[in-house]
């Protein structure tokens, strides 16, 4: 059998594989009353010099690989060899009293901090729900309130302008705009459905296209070519309707974790302000203070005539700071809590069909 330690968990968090107590973690019992005895040897996958290594570690450590190797697996026996070293290396560590080092204890104090920390993250969740109102709440206000308009268009792309001008000038007689757009369109894919873009939001054209379709009345082509990045667009706004929002459940699993967060928030400042807070240090780097070049020495065998105090004293004067150091800007006070980042809002609008124009003339379609 390989006795080598699985490499991906003997550093960092890896070697903290189990958090309850008992007889094969010794390492946290030493600095208490000795804990004999917790694990029987009937729920025990090894022992180690009299100490047993139960199956909750063995389960544990399984549960570490999983999440470190992104679902990877070691065999049984690789997994309790890890748990075999891990125990000798703890015993080892204890005979020569490390865990009574400073650097351990100041480790072992982080440690309980991180823990207490998240400890308290999740007592908070599970204290604090988000109720089914709040989210139907935050729907209303932050999806529905911020659902757009979709329009219905289509489109012809030339090259020039003139090109444009001819076109609407055809339409103005009566011309038929799908039957156009098949012939002189350039955008290969809606030259072959008479230049229909289906439906879109204004933010997936670009925004000389879209505009000009806002402003449009149904039914309505525009009156002069329109340019983008693309080409010239003479374009035909067939319909409009309020976009229709995605259905609640559809973005409650979204909006459940910003909502808890936006508690755990507000929760943070509240204590922030309670809390009687010194920072004791400075947050902004001073820049350096710069000195002005010292006068170079006089020059004794320069003849008077050719002296020139003007010029010296403007260079003096050029030389010296041109303005006075500044104080370093008041900082804002370090966020202290372990809040986590804020969650991008969900979004407001369903998928769209695509009715992207052809690769060969890309400019009016959806971004």
């Keep these: 059998m390989n006795k080598t330690i699985i490499p991906l968990l003997v550093a960092g968090a890896g070697l903290i594989a189990g958090c309850e107590p008992q007889s094969g973690d010794t390492g946290a019992a030493s600095s208490a009353a000795p804990i004999e005895n917790i694990v029987k040897k009937e729920d025990a996958v090894a022992s180690v010099n009299g100490k047993y290594i139960s199956k909750a570690q063995l389960e544990n450590l399984e549960k570490e690989i999983a999440a470190r190797a ?12 890890e748990l075999i070293q891990r125990e000798l290396l703890v015993q080892d560590a204890l005979q020569k009293q490390l865990d009574k080092s400073p650097e351990y204890l100041a480790q072992l104090e982080d440690a309980k901090k991180s823990i207490l920390t998240q400890t308290e993250l999740k007592n908070f969740f599970k204290t604090n729900p988000v109720t089914d109102a709040e989210v139907k709440a935050e729907y209303d206000s932050k999806v529905v309130a911020e659902t757009g308009t979709e329009y219905k268009a289509r489109h012809i792309l030339v090259k020039t302008e003139d090109e444009a001008k001819k076109i609407i000038a055809e339409l103005d007689k009566g011309g038929d705009f799908a039957k156009l757009a098949n012939k002189y369109s350039i955008d290969a894919k809606e030259s072959q459905n008479g230049g229909d873009l289906g439906w879109f939001v204004s933010d997936q054209m670009v925004k000389p296209f879209s505009d000009a379709v806002a402003k449009l009345e149904k039914g309505k082509y525009t009156s002069a070519p329109v340019q983008t990045q693309f080409g010239w667009h003479v374009i035909l706004r067939e319909d409009s309707r ?18 808890q967060r936006q508690k755990f928030q507000k929760m943070i400042e509240t204590m922030r302000q309670q809390a009687k807070v010194e920072i004791l240090v400075p947050l902004t780097e001073e820049k350096p203070k710069t000195e002005a070049p010292a006068a170079p020495p006089a020059a004794t065998a320069e003849p008077a005539a050719e002296q020139k105090p003007a010029t010296e004293g403007a260079a003096a004067k050029e030389a010296a700071p041109a303005t006075a150091e500044k104080a370093p800007a008041e900082a804002a006070p370090a966020h202290a809590e372990p809040a986590p980042a804020e969650a991008a809002k969900p979004a407001a609008e369903p998928a769209k069909e695509e009715t992207k124009p052809a690769e060969s003339a890309p400019a009016p379609e959806k971004k």
Excluded: D, M, N, R
């Design 70 to 81: 992104h679902g990877a697996s070691f065999p049984k026996e690789k997994l309790v060899e």
């Design 242 to 259: 309020a976009q229709t929002p995605p259905p609640l459940e559809a973005v409650k699993e979204q909006l459940t974790p910003y909502l």
